[in-house]
């Protein structure tokens, strides 16, 4: 029998107390699958009094994340802090340097460092793993980096933010406008007093950022992603989804196309009869489209403590085994810096929802500016969809296209003249389709 | 950088050509994600002259896969023969006894010698690796060993045969009986000449034991798995469970129970909101009941050359890597040869399809025949569903019973005792409810 793993945990929220909880009750398990005894030697959290059903054990109690993080006694640091500076990137650094392996559930800090960070890692040869970080209890990183080392990825897109699913999810169901829904996420715990971020679909740029880099090797760049988030979602785009066979997702999409990696997240109007589609409430979903294995689909809690932690166990475990690879799947000086997919070239088919004034030639007019500029329609629907009480508001009614494949730019140049020919009442509603 | 990998193929069908030629497409992506160049030194196949389609490269040729597994000139021996005995067995047998690990897509030699073959591989410290033998493209054996090492799974089911569940996806969609549909999957490749391996549902069996051994670290033994195939669904019955909120797939099931672990390959209602229930065609699906993940589904290629051939590549890329775990992740002798729950003591809800002659008192004496063994009814039907032509023949019509969680056996003599009153027409059709 080996040594024993002797374990830091820096942060005893929810995870880092179900973290602890989990290494002692599996622990003749994993003792079994790791070949070692995994010992939770040290632990740090800014209030010492407070109760939090810990199971019993000996553990040093340290005030300051850094010292335990090179504390001699350990030899693996968790870190459940939180923040992508501060102590959180003190503390990840410290034990890196000192040879310490980290084991992070922190998407903030890996979206911001993560490339220095593995490239400490490496130099330290130590592990730097990060499993819980990215949709929870679902086991994608291990899948990108190691379930399809033979494989060719093409695409990564799924939902990975369960506050807006379970926002959308609650729109759809209950048909309630998304102010409601948003105060309903926030009573629940499930959105943040300032849910910006969440519904804003920046937490959902770090998660892709991050996995963009295990799929196609590619740095890190959060800045990358074109971002949108679902606050102009409206109950009637949810409406005219379920008519024209969709239903609207706040997907980030990572892609490779001839121009570079296309990053975006968005609300997108996903296929009916696509897995993603069926995820509801705060469950999140990942597709990978991969040339040998063309679709893998994987669907699981996005969130939570008992599921981050089980993958903050599963990371200590492989750490404990002896596992050391790079933490981005290949050693970081061969990520490329390749260009990124400026948005305005994405292609794709779109949904334009347009408030019309009930003009003779108004018709005529907004199909002649999208045939000027080769934008195919696929379907043009001039009328309420069900469920929709004021069929015609101020002397407007609503107008659904949608296109064939086009590009970004032709769109909103096609809108741009649709507007200012005055045809229209309100801004135009522009989703954008995302095949199987 | 370390010694090069240096590979075996034995089988250069469909999957092993596919093999090969991911290794030579990939050669540079593995080198940095392993740290060694994995080269494919020698092959073994029954026919020389054959064109595979393999890339250039220098390969010695062997006629005999033993002697090719013993051959000082490899470290790793891909077994892709198949058969649970012959060659595939002796050359696994003989590459582990001379210390060269081993990864094999044999799930038939894996539930029938993989305790036998596992011991072999831990007592000479190599790797035995078989992602490639359950469920082709999912990484479903690296989830489970690896992935949900902290968690603690309750049950595990899923989709396991493309062959069945494209037979069923079929006869749904065209409304086409279930040998018009064998027929087509047997002209497409999709089935064999002789397709009972697959549609007696025990080919889903081998699988199951497979997983169980991963999931509960219980020995594997296909022979403890209760096994009905799909052979008696008819269109009627598939009509049914639409009518009543479910679809009929035939499930692998293993679940811990107060008795043991139950394991059962059957057709089953599940319901249409899960995400088994949607998947349709020859694609695979498991998912994962566990204590701290709740749900995680994983939904991919079940077979076809590429996709198991990329599980192949990813096992081979981890054995480069240096990783060196049981190969059912805990140690051999740790398996516990737990006793196994009896298949007439099982828990669950049933769906009953009578053919029921229409004389008075025939109603009250099938429920009185379900009162008596405290059965209760969540819905009784007496009428044909929608589609169904013959509303009534020769003289009976259609009872359908839902019933609530009872055991086996009782309904197993309630229907008995129907039979003996002599109120049914034909035997009675009973598919088991799996609840999410």
Known sequence: MSQPLRVGVAGLGTVGASVIRLLHRKADALEQRTGRRIIVQGVCALDRQRERGLPPGERTWFDDPVALARSPDIDLFVELIGGDEGPARAAVEAALACGHSVVTANKALLAKHGLALAALAEANHVALAFEASVAG????????????????????????????????????????????????????????????????????????????????????????????????????DIRWAAELGYRIKLLGVAQKTALGVELRVHPTMTPISSSIADVMGVTNAITIDADAIHELTLIGPGAGGAATASAVVADIADIAKGVRSPPFGIPTGALERAPRAPMQRHEGGYYIRLSVFDRPGAFAAIAGRMAERQISLESIVQRSPPGERDLASGGSVPVVLITAATTETLIREALAAVVSDGYVAERPQVVRIERE
Not at 181 to 196: I, V
Not at 207 to 214: D, F, H, N, P, Q
């Open 137 to 236: 209890g679902i086991p994608i990183v291990k899948t990108l980096r190691e379930g399809l080392a033979g494989d060719s990825i093409e695409r990564v897109y799924g939902i990975l933010n369960g506050t807006c699913n379970y926002i959308l999810t609650r729109m759809e169901r209950e048909e309630l406008p998304f102010d409601v829904c948003l105060a309903e996420a926030q009573r629940l715990g499930y959105a943040e007093a300032d849910p910006s971020f969440d519904i804003g679909g920046f937490d959902t740029a770090h998660k892709l950022a991050i996995l963009a880099c295990l799929a196609f090797g590619v740095a890190i760049d959060a800045s990358a992603v074109h971002v949108e988030g679902i606050r102009s979602i409206t109950l009637a």
